[in-house]
């Protein structure tokens, strides 16, 4: 019965000429179904929160150390594809992308608190690679070129000092 139904029905349209655009529906309705399989975590995930949350507090750990993503699934008893799908269910953005996320914001804190070391030694300390692109990242991702941060920082680490040692109020201004 539901077979003629739907016959009835195709028959039906294509006397309408409508049967181009049920097949557009049709086809674009499968390429989505290629999307659902992304919406559910793969058999036998864990909790997406968990997974991230022992992921961060790994990436808090070892974020000095080279850190490779399959290394880290392990690491956690769970697979690449749970992993993924955590991250990118419950953050976002790759478990790659949460490690640099992590690392620059680790290299942000450094600058602020110990504006006098070099740029090259607070980026090695955090696990980033090389200086020139780790600069455009932190741009990118802060909204201030590196250098100028870095120099901000110093000018108020030394403010800071000056205040410390000059408590009177006329003496609060920097010479310029």
Same mark, same amino acid.
């Given at each position: 019965m539901a077979s003629e139904l739907a016959s009835e029905i195709a028959s039906t349209m294509s006397e309408m000429g409508l049967a181009s655009e049920l097949m557009q529906v049709g086809n674009a309705l499968l390429e989505r179904s290629n999307d659902l399989p992304s919406l559910l975590p793969p058999f036998g995930c864990g909790s997406p929160i968990q997974i991230v949350a022992a992921a961060l507090q790994y990436f808090g750990l070892h974020f000095p150390d080279p850190i490779a993503i399959p290394q880290l699934a392990l690491e956690l008893h769970t697979s690449m594809d749970c992993l993924d799908f955590s991250f990118e269910r419950i953050r976002g953005m790759t478990p790659a992308q949460a490690l640099q996320d992590h690392r620059l914001n680790r290299l942000f804190t450094s600058l602020t608190e110990q504006p006098r070391q070099g740029l090259a030694e607070a980026i090695r300390a955090c696990g980033l690679g090389q &200086? /020139? !692109? /780790?600069?455009?990242?932190?741009?990118? &991702?802060? !909204?201030?070129?590196?250098?100028?941060f870095l120099l901000t920082c110093r000018r108020a680490a030394d403010d800071r000092l000056f205040r410390r040692d000059h408590p009177e109020a006329a003496a609060l201004v920097l010479p310029t």
């Amino acid at each position: 019965m539901a077979s003629e139904l739907a016959s009835e029905i195709a028959s039906t349209m294509s006397e309408m000429g409508l049967a181009s655009e049920l097949m557009q529906v049709g086809n674009a309705l499968l390429e989505r179904s290629n999307d659902l399989p992304s919406l559910l975590p793969p058999f036998g995930c864990g909790s997406p929160i968990q997974i991230v949350a022992a992921a961060l507090q790994y990436f808090g750990l070892h974020f000095p150390d080279p850190i490779a993503i399959p290394q880290l699934a392990l690491e956690l008893h769970t697979s690449m594809d749970c992993l993924d799908f955590s991250f990118e269910r419950i953050r976002g953005m790759t478990p790659a992308q949460a490690l640099q996320d992590h690392r620059l914001n680790r290299l942000f804190t450094s600058l602020t608190e110990q504006p006098r070391q070099g740029l090259a030694e607070a980026i090695r300390a955090c696990g980033l690679g090389q &200086t /020139v !692109g /780790v600069q455009d990242l932190f741009e990118h &991702t802060f !909204g201030i070129a590196m250098p100028l941060f870095l120099l901000t920082c110093r000018r108020a680490a030394d403010d800071r000092l000056f205040r410390r040692d000059h408590p009177e109020a006329a003496a609060l201004v920097l010479p310029t």
